[in-house]
């Protein structure tokens, strides 16, 4: 059963950081998946945030290039995101998909206020 499970999220202050997991311990193979993070915030549309493809192609959306990096450990079947220098805008949940599927996770909350 494909299962993903954020985690790390909560309420940060400007400028702080975070450093969200995503774990897949139902996907099998999951070193040739290819995954994906996106958000989604009251009242706008989803958004790709970043992805990283099995062989390690990284993508970001512009609006945190330069300040999230994206990762996985294949040994843990559990990709990463981590994000610096956080702005208000940047509040929404936060959820991994596999690509090209619609598999995802439930989302992990993520509330950038002072």
């Known amino acids: 059963q494909v299962q993903l499970v954020e985690s790390g999220g909560g309420l940060v202050q400007p400028g702080g950081s975070l450093r969200l997991s995503c774990a897949a311990p139902?996907?099998?193979?999951?070193?040739?998946?290819?995954m994906d993070w996106y958000r989604q915030a009251p009242k706008k549309q989803r958004e790709l945030v970043a992805g990283?493809?099995?062989?390690?192609?990284?993508n970001y959306a512009d609006s945190v290039k330069g300040r999230c990096t994206i990762s996985r450990d294949n040994a843990k079947n559990t990709v990463y995101l981590q994000m610096n220098n956080l702005k208000p805008e940047d509040t929404a949940v936060y959820y991994c998909?596999?690509?090209?599927?619609?598999?995802r996770g439930q989302g992990t909350q993520v509330t950038v206020s002072s």
């Open positions: 990283i493809s099995s062989g390690g192609t990284i």
């Open positions: 139902g996907v099998m193979m999951f070193r040739i998946q290819d």
């Open positions: 998909q596999l690509r090209g599927t619609l598999f």
